[in-house]
């Protein structure tokens, strides 16, 4: 009998803006079967933002220093500091990412200080819930999908927003003390609840669910994930959303069933969160993951 080859999975890089401090791409994945991977960048910080729906099986860790069993949920924005080793557990399909690498320095003339990432930070960049990170990613897409007059002045005044933002995370990640935050099964809690009903909780039945106060609830979680826990759900139902949307669900559908007034009050959200309107990302992406694949 032949022996079997599994087929390799393949990156085309689409486009690219290239500055002092920062490299900026759009690539395409083509993974034809669930993949197990390694990824590092000896001198840069790199910076991931799924553009398609990141699988929802979509896990990482850093085995060097967790060992192999120690996986968690990967988010559509992750980062990765510099000679760090990330394993990567996936799906498979077709995915469309924007990829930043940007010079240590940049950052660390920021902070003050270089960063000495123990196991504890290093699990807070695996899902990036901040809203201004997101905003100027989404920001960098255009600009290297479009670039226009004076492109790479542009590349750089947002790469040095971006390093600052990512400098503010980093210094926050780094002096957060490691106690305080929730409970590995509280957190879980609260991920299941979104990914079980499309509908926005509030606060009050997240600290039910949880069994703490509100204040302990909106605390613990900012020390937990970094982030504030209103934007975690918006970033967790603009996820859901866009699933909704790539298998082709109407907007008017994905509205009233997320619990939206109206699709309109839905696109609003929508375009806030994403950058584009729903009909715009769906078209976008479409044509991402059905470009033919190199030869």
Not at 132 to 148: D, Q, S, Y
Not at 170 to 187: N, S
Not at 197 to 220: D, W
């Amino acid at each position: 009998m032949p022996h079997h080859l599994a087929a390799q999975p393949t990156m085309t890089v689409d486009c690219e803006l290239i500055g002092k401090a920062i490299t900026a791409q759009i690539v395409r994945f083509d993974i034809p079967e669930p993949t197990a991977t390694q990824h590092s960048v000896e001198d840069k910080y790199q910076l991931n933002m799924c553009l398609t729906p990141r699988p929802l099986n979509a896990r990482a860790g850093y085995r060097e220093r967790w060992g192999p069993h120690r996986l968690e949920r990967l988010g559509d924005i992750f980062l990765l500091p510099p000679g760090e080793v990330l394993f990567v557990k996936g799906g498979s399909g077709r995915q469309a990412s924007l990829i930043c690498r940007l010079e240590p320095e940049a950052i660390h003339s920021i902070i003050g200080q270089e960063l000495a990432w123990d196991d504890q930070h290093l699990a807070s960049t695996l899902d990036i819930g901040s809203a201004r990170i997101r905003a100027l990613l989404f920001r960098l897409t255009e600009e290297v999908r479009h670039a226009g007059l004076a492109s790479d002045r542009m590349l750089e005044f947002l790469g040095g927003e971006l390093a600052i933002e990512l400098g503010r995370l980093c210094l926050e990640v780094a002096e957060h003390p490691v106690t305080g935050g929730l409970a590995g099964w509280r957190l879980r809690l609260i991920d299941e609840r979104l990914a079980g009903n499309p509908h926005a909780p509030t606060l009050q039945e997240l600290a039910a669910l949880c069994n703490i106060s509100v204040r302990q609830l909106t605390r613990g979680f900012r020390v937990s994930r970094a982030c504030s826990i209103g934007d975690y759900i918006e970033q967790r139902r603009m996820e859901a959303a866009k699933r909704l949307l790539m298998a082709g669900e109407s907007v008017k559908t994905i509205a009233f069933t997320m619990g939206f007034a109206s699709p309109s009050s839905f696109t609003f959200a929508f375009r806030r969160a994403v950058g584009s309107s729903p009909r715009q990302f769906r078209q976008r992406q479409s044509r991402a993951i059905t470009a033919p694949p190199p030869a």
